[in-house]
């Protein structure tokens, strides 16, 4: 069954540090991989995605995630963390074929930057 | 451009009455999707539409109807709302020329009761 999973609920970091939220990922064939932030009482916005090329991809507001096919991991990073990142993070990964357009979420990660 | 609309943005309703849920788009999206979000359960697929007149059950569509009848709408109505149905509700699109990322409204925060 194709999967994906957030393995941490929180990740807690000190302002100016580097962060990581951790993905992996369990799907049939090329994975298209998305990272999507929630700030409370608001939707979800897309921060980056991988779909072929380079392991490092680079998205919005500092983002990188690094694409890991042995791993089959999609780990969001930022080199410094900032205290307005605190916000809910989903790994996400498109399923199915491609004329529908469907994702599969994880459950989210809590990230709290502390000044 | 408005985005992903959503209407309302909370609404409270008994055990049993019926409601709907209007998810308007103006960026000419084929796709578009209704999400449940409960804590800890990440967001989970409801129903979904490929096109103006179509319709598909996503991983939770029990409880829920859909329909498309203008390519810039999506509704999601209950018939008969249960307590389990409490729930922020999301809608999302995406065009279908570039199936990637999908582009989710503010949300509806339902509580029945």
Redesign the interface.
Known sequence: AQSVAQPEDQVNVAEGNPLTVKCTYSVSGNPYLFWYVQYPNRGLQFLLKYITGDNLVKGSYGFEAEFNKSQTSFHLKKPSALVSDSALYFCAVRVGSSNTGKLIFGQGTTLQVKP | NAG?TQTPKFRVLKTGQSMTLLCAQDMNHE?M?WYRQDP??????IH?S?GEGTT?K??VPDGYNVSRLKKQNFLLGLESAAPSQTSVY?C?S?S?GQ?????????TRLTVT
């Open positions: 992903v796709y999707y800890g359960m990440g967001l989970r697929l979904y490929v598909a996503g991983e999301f999302a995406t279908a199936t990637y990322e999908q582009y989710f409204g503010p949300g």
